[in-house]
């Protein structure tokens, strides 16, 4: 009989790295490890007041090595000895300024705890400035270089985040030999690279990110990045024109990485992607099915096949032949925040009670700590069972899910939150409400935007904390959207999608459909949408959109004031 071989996925979201250990003939789930980021839970490096969030590469280095010797130590190492492959998924756009070696700036010492030269998270709007220059170039050169990205170019991304530090702090830009995405640097890293010009680069990032597109030949010339800001000459040259998909394997683990994690240096690592599309085949993703991932914020992702002349989808994060699946069309969009906006309600909520149970003279340390743990553990599940209460519509109160800003339909991150309607009668459930029926509604407008585009969306799979853990939620989205939605069952579905671009790179599988079928996770729920409270929310829906027209016409003139 043949031995069993298994694929590592290291997914790393925002908070943390989880790795997950696949069969790969069945695509059981035989143990999963998750290492939280030290100095991010720390807050260091990040100041949300000014929408700066960055990451140290050792979160990510401790992460790698706390993860998968845990599952090493858990499975023993018999089956650790048959892992063949390891599959990588990262958040992005996360770029970071490098030496000639690949090695972060912030791993030197002279820049070990600058922020400027550490990752600069998908969610740091910092360079807002930057992607409107960006987008006033493109639309002025005689090539518009942002029509594969939605023909809006977004501070969320590689060339905005670039520019921004490279003005912000000369020494990162006088040490920066070139800029990684994450998800390009830590296969890199384990297959022990040292020259940053080898480092394959991740299709899905340059397409989605980067300005990179076939037809351009790769990455906008010089010219256009000297035009942009002189800053910037040169530095294309030290980046890359090739791209490749994730099937395709960067080389094998490093004697020093594999003795570290307890595997073979025989192993193969993948070409990374972004986490979202790595979920969407963890997913099996059909073509025309709009796969959700629902966390933080919201990714989405739609796979097309190729044929004839490509449709340029407006207003959206952009368009790639291979970023998902090899030789199928990958489109991408999403919302800036989702799961973050019912965070950040439950921290203006929580103030009160961490600030007064904490304080008291009444209780002592340990009830103090208990007390505190169990409102926060219920809060959340309290609100959502209080607001499915509340009428659709009825109390007037009503928000827009801006809160850092909009990715699609038409990037714009300068644009803020609102909470209108608030009046004397309004409660913390009305207020929750309110703001779980943004963010759906910001989902619609996604829907939308496809539907008016001329992509049909034949059916909605959703994945993620968000899906897994809030019906409440789930059933609002699938009522607004008015289309079923089915929830993978996997909790783990980007790092399922990374070791099976892992199989496939390390030859169990010859193609990543193949792969997908075998390994792949089913669905565990179906929410069906009523009749009437679909109509119900259309209503609502068209006050959603109205009220967005009304703010971001009246934020754009203040943007313009203080020009």
């Not at 030496?99 to 791993?107: I, M, R, V």
């Not at 030197?108 to 220059?133: C, G, R, S, Y």
């Not at 990179?212 to 030949?217: A, D, I, M, Q, S």
């Not at 969407?280 to 097309?304: H, N, Q, W």
Request: proline content about 5%; aromatic content about 8%.
């Amino acid at each position: 009989m043949a031995k069993t071989a298994y694929c590592l996925g290291l997914d790393f979201g925002t908070d943390s790295v989880r790795a997950l250990l696949v069969n790969t003939s069945t695509g059981d789930e035989i143990a999963t490890s998750v290492h939280r980021y030290k100095r991010w839970a720390e807050g260091r490096y990040c100041d949300p007041s000014k929408n700066q969030f960055r990451q140290h590469p050792l979160d990510y280095i401790e992460g790698i090595e706390q993860s998968i010797t845990e599952i090493v130590k858990e499975v023993g190492t018999e089956v650790a000895q048959s892992i063949v492959g390891i599959g990588v998924d990262t958040t992005g756009s996360t770029p970071v300024a490098v030496d000639s070696n690949g090695t972060p700036l912030a791993l030197l010492d002279e820049f070990q705890e600058n922020p400027n030269a550490m990752f600069v998270l998908w969610k740091d709007h910092t360079a807002i400035h930057e992607a409107d220059e960006i987008n006033d170039l493109c639309s002025k050169w005689e090539i518009d270089y942002a029509q594969y990205e939605g023909g809006i170019y977004s501070s969320e991304w590689f060339w905005s985040k670039i520019l921004h530090i490279s003005r912000a702090d000369n020494s990162v830009h006088k040490a920066a030999f070139s800029w990684v995405e994450h998800c390009d640097w830590v296969p890199f890293l384990l297959t022990g690279g040292t020259n940053v010009n080898e480092m394959k680069r991740s299709r899905c990032a340059a397409g989605h990110k980067a300005l990179w597109h076939e037809t351009f030949g790769g990455l906008p010339p010089n010219a256009f990045f000297v035009t942009l800001d002189p800053l910037l000459d040169g530095l294309r040259d030290r980046l890359y024109t090739k791209t490749y998909t994730s099937d395709i394997p960067v080389g094998t683990l490093s004697p020093i990485w594999a003795e570290r994690l307890g595997l073979s240096p025989s192993v193969n690592v993948s070409v990374g992607a972004f986490d979202a599309h790595m979920g969407a085949v963890g997913a099996r993703a059909e073509p025309y099915f709009l796969t959700k991932i629902m966390g933080t914020s919201t990714c989405d992702i739609l796979v097309a096949p190729l044929q004839g002349k490509e449709k340029l989808v407006k207003g959206i994060c952009g368009q790639v032949n291979g970023s998902v699946i090899p030789n199928m069309l990958g489109l991408e969009a999403g919302q800036s925040a989702f799961g973050d906006i019912y965070a950040w309600y439950e921290k203006l909520l929580s103030w009160p009670v961490k600030e007064l149970i904490g304080n008291s003279g009444v209780i002592d340390a340990r009830t103090k700590e208990r007390l505190i743990k169990e409102a926060m553990e219920n809060l959340i599940p309290k609100l959502s069972h209080a607001a499915s209460k509340e009428p659709i519509g009825a109390s007037g109160e009503l928000a827009l899910d801006w809160m850092n800003g909009r990715r699609t339909p038409d990037a714009n991150q300068n644009l803020k939150g609102v909470i209108s309607g608030i009046n004397l009668g309004s409660t913390s459930p009305k207020v929750f409400r309110a703001l779980v029926e943004a963010t759906c509604f910001g989902a619609k407008k996604i829907v939308d935007r496809f539907h008016s585009e001329g992509i049909p969306i034949k059916g909605i799979v959703a994945l993620g904390g968000v899906a897994k853990k809030s019906p409440f939620i789930m059933q609002m989205m699938a009522d607004v959207l008015d289309m079923p939605i089915k929830v993978v069952a996997s909790e783990q579905a980007c790092a399922l999608g990374a070791s099976i671009f892992g199989a496939v790179a390390a030859g169990i599988y010859k193609e990543v459909p193949q792969a997908m079928q075998k390994m792949g996770s089913p669905f565990e729920t179906v929410y069906k949408p009523d009749a009437q409270r679909s109509k119900a929310y259309m209503i609502l829906y068209r006050k959603y959109d109205t009220l967005g027209e009304t703010m971001e016409g009246h934020i754009m003139e203040q943007v313009k004031g203080n020009e």
